[in-house]
């Protein structure tokens, strides 16, 4: 049963204010796509790693990829759950898909392990979470406050995503967007099972992320 990750890395980056598609920035001196995919390969649970870049990125990519035969570029698309569905039609035949974003570089190899061994002990959708800090509220257009759910009840969830493949692509054969996979797999009805996330497997979004990210690689100029 074979497991292909899916790693988003054709988003645009705008909130980073880098001059370069978020993925391709580095840290800690190597680019955040080749971190999360060196993650995924010393995590020893991926068959198969897709990457789905911008389409005037690909060649690059390839170039700083490690050289593998498991290890294939193809072209996303405009809003991230475009980029995963064209990651789905890449790889067809996966039992199982791990859908990690390139901007948690730092992610732990162990909690991409993890994610994998209770896909193969029979869950079919499973996703790290970690409880969260902020209290969260709701608001309207005009930023009044709509409502508090209660602090205790939410979680921040995290990538890698686990699925059962059949249930990602029926989840992606509804033409819906989605901010994670999850989501698309929930409107399914289908049992989304958490397990404990990792701090580090934060995703590197703002320049404070990235300042972060660099001092925990210790490379704290960048
Ligand atoms: O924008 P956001 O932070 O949610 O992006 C999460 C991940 O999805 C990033 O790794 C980004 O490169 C990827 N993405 C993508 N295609 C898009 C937008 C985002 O692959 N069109």
Excluded: C, W
């Amino acid at each position: 049963a074979s497991v292909v990750a899916l790693v988003p890395a054709a988003g645009r980056g705008v909130r980073l204010g880098a001059d370069a598609p978020k993925a391709f920035v580095a840290v800690g001196g190597v680019p955040m796509v080749r971190l999360a995919v060196d993650g995924l390969l010393a995590s020893g649970a991926v068959d198969r790693i897709v990457v789905m870049v911008p389409p005037e990125f690909v060649a690059g990519a390839v170039a700083l990829l490690p050289p593998s035969d498991s290890v294939d570029v193809v072209v996303g698309g405009a809003e991230r759950t475009d980029s995963v569905r064209a990651g789905i039609a890449a790889a067809p035949n996966a039992s199982y898909y791990l859908v990690h974003d390139a901007a948690r570089a730092l992610t732990p190899p162990a909690l991409i392990a993890r994610v994998a061994a209770e896909l193969r002990a029979g869950h079919p959708a499973v996703v790290p979470a970690l409880p969260v800090v902020d209290t969260i509220k709701s608001v309207d257009a005009e930023g009044v406050v709509t409502g508090t759910p209660e602090r205790a009840r939410l979680r921040a969830i995290q990538t890698p995503q686990g699925f059962a493949a059949d249930l990602l692509r029926a989840a992606y054969a509804a033409d819906l967007v989605a901010t994670d996979d999850a989501a698309l797999v929930e409107r399914l009805g289908a049992r989304v099972r958490t397990i404990s996330g990792d701090p580090l497997a934060f995703k590197i979004t703002t320049p404070l992320d990235l300042r972060l990210a660099n001092t925990l690689l210790g490379h704290p100029a960048g």
